[in-house]
């Protein structure tokens, strides 16, 4: 236990080091670094950083400013407990944080259930806004995902679309292309395979 | 039910990732995920490979007050070095086999390893779970890995071995045996209290880079061990 007492010691000049340098730290990668050795100051300059992105991220989902504030709430929670699980030998920082918050908006979102959310008057009808597969400009996206996404069917592309960026359901998808939900269900699985077989080297 | 076929539990993954599971199915996936390094690494594929997707939400600003609602919260709530913390005292706690194969270990190494300087232990494990994977033993300038579970590469993978100093990049310790074991007498890099030991999944014949390709499946920290 004394060793691990002297590299306590060692972590505290290393964090003493960090919280004056966060300023300059643009990298999330670094600052979960900093958030797994327990500085809170570099869970706020992540939020400085990273909350913009991530809660437009939820809001997409979510299509509620307060559901999309809590579930972004919670997911910055989840990193201050869960920082010690991120490897970044796994994935990237930012991957892994798009991950934490699109979970927490999928739950709020089924818990809720998505009719509550689009009967919101002040909200819209989910119908009348843009079909972001129709609207997908793919010159924003680059490199590899890109590429791949374009040797998709169009039907197996907008259901990859509609789930990963609008956090649609297989119901939800089927409603929305007016498509039998077993259709919707094997566009997924296919669309998937084929990017799988594009994307692995 | 996770399916036993790499293929289809690769969809499974990607489906989960992608959020269109019935919620029982991804409740079932997430309690496997510790347990299951190949789902694990599944996850982390998709995970990583879908990213760039999420940049078509565009960029919002959240309502004031948000962060001092969060900061209200993060005393309640576990503070990370206190997780990693527990992480390290749940080292500890592993099944009574583990720890006889970890003792077998260190004692085999003590007898090979040349008396003088400081030795080191690693425990590597599945990140987010508390089994040992693999046990490493370091001094002297050397090092002696072995398998303390039946972990195995998926098909046609193989296991690469990782040092990572503090603050630096991956150094390859090599493959790993199918046997599990591996005794360098030389090390690219010196050993430290704080160098991250890391397993990650490549081509049989190791990463083509020099630096981790595949996902990390095994992780654990050098600490001082007299």
Known sequence: MDKMAVSMHGGAQARAFMEQNLATIASPDELIAAVQRGSRAALKRLYELESRRLYGIALRIARRPDVAADALQDAFIQVWQNAGSFSPMRGSAAAWLTGIVRFRALDAVRKLGREVLTDDPTLGD?????DPAAAIDFKLLQGALQRCLETLEEKQRRCIVLAFVDGLSHAEIAARLTAPLGSVKSWVRRGLLSLRSCLEP | MIPESPEQMHILAGEYVLGVLEPEIAREIEAALPRNS????SVAFWQERLHPLSSLAASAEPPPGLWQRIESRLDAATPAGSARLWQSVALWRWSTAAAAAIAACLALYIALAPTSGPSYVAVLHAPQQADAAFVATGGGGGLLLRAVAQEKPPGDRGF????IPA??????????????RVELGRLPVPLAAGTTLAISIEPKTGSPTGQPTGPVVFVGTLLAAQ
């Open chain 1, 126 to 130: 989910a119908v009348d806004e843009p």
């Open chain 2, 38 to 41: 190949a789902l694990a690494a």
């Open chain 2, 160 to 163: 690469e071995l990782w040092a």
């Open chain 2, 167 to 180: 603050g630096a990049k991956p150094r390859s310790l090599g493959v790993i045996p199918p046997d599990g």
